[in-house]
């Protein structure tokens, strides 16, 4: 999980899988950051890490035109 | 050292931002405008019985607006009811008020039957849903709620959070 003010870096991919953490540019709440699962060859669901997240359903499904890289680095604020 | 670097360039605009743990857009629900809109759909069904004209075109025309506000309003209903269901109702939530779900469909299906008639009991029937709804959302967030009377008509005793300062 990413924590509050992480930088991460992200990288363009042609192939996205379950499981990946997702940079998106969502139709209602910008750019987010969440977990994909159910990836298809058009479209795929987000989950976020968090039990507070946003629901699947109200982000609904995402055209894979919308997906703007995968979660390669990360790195948290100092403690 | 790395962190420090990259805080100083994302001072200076250079890093582009995401959201990943935000209840966005704004996390702000309330079922106040739900309960509003409720108490309006009786309102308006008064109205539209006791509208009194002699002119009957005037009074056609006054059952006409009452007919389209209160399909507004109880669409209104179902709206707000359905995003804090939706976006505010997460799982945890959900277990500790399993009842929720049986109480937004009933809420749903009596809107629906405030729309497509004029039948008071309905109207009274969805605002207490909604009072019920308002209930358990503000015990979600340990505020407790008190029934008193709207200072306006109908007139009907509503759901309100009890707030500190």
């Keep these: ?79 | 050292m790395i962190y420090s670097i990259l805080n100083y360039l994302d001072g200076k605009g250079l890093i582009a931002r995401a959201s990943a743990h935000c209840d966005i857009p704004c996390g702000i629900y309330d079922p106040g405008p739900a309960l509003i809109a409720a108490v309006s759909v009786v309102r308006l069904m008064d109205i539209a019985h006791d509208g009194a004209s002699e002119d009957p075109v005037a009074l056609a025309n006054l059952r006409a607006r009452c007919t389209l506000r209160k399909e507004e309003e109880a669409e209104k209903v179902k709206q707000e009811i359905r995003i804090i269901w939706g976006d505010y109702f997460k799982a945890p939530l959900l277990e500790a008020h399993p009842n929720v779900h049986a109480l937004v469909h009933a809420i749903m299906q009596k809107a629906s039957a405030c729309k497509q008639d004029v039948h008071r009991e309905d109207g009274l029937a969805l605002v207490e849903l909604v009072n019920e709804f308002a209930e358990i959302f503000w015990r979600t967030k340990s505020i407790e709620t008190t029934r008193k009377t709207c200072p306006y008509p109908p007139q009907l005793k509503l759901v309100y959070p009890v707030l500190a300062d």
């Design chain 1, 1 to 79: 999980m990413l924590s509050p003010g992480a930088f991460a870096l992200f990288k363009r991919s042609a192939i996205y899988r379950d499981g990946d953490v997702l940079l998106i540019n969502h139709p209602r709440f910008g750019k987010i950051v969440k977990r994909a699962i159910d990836v298809n060859a058009d479209s795929l669901w987000l989950e976020g890490a968090n039990a507070n997240s946003l629901s699947r359903e109200s982000m609904g499904p995402i055209e894979r035109a919308r997906v703007q890289g995968k979660l390669v680095y990360h790195i948290d604020r100092k403690k």
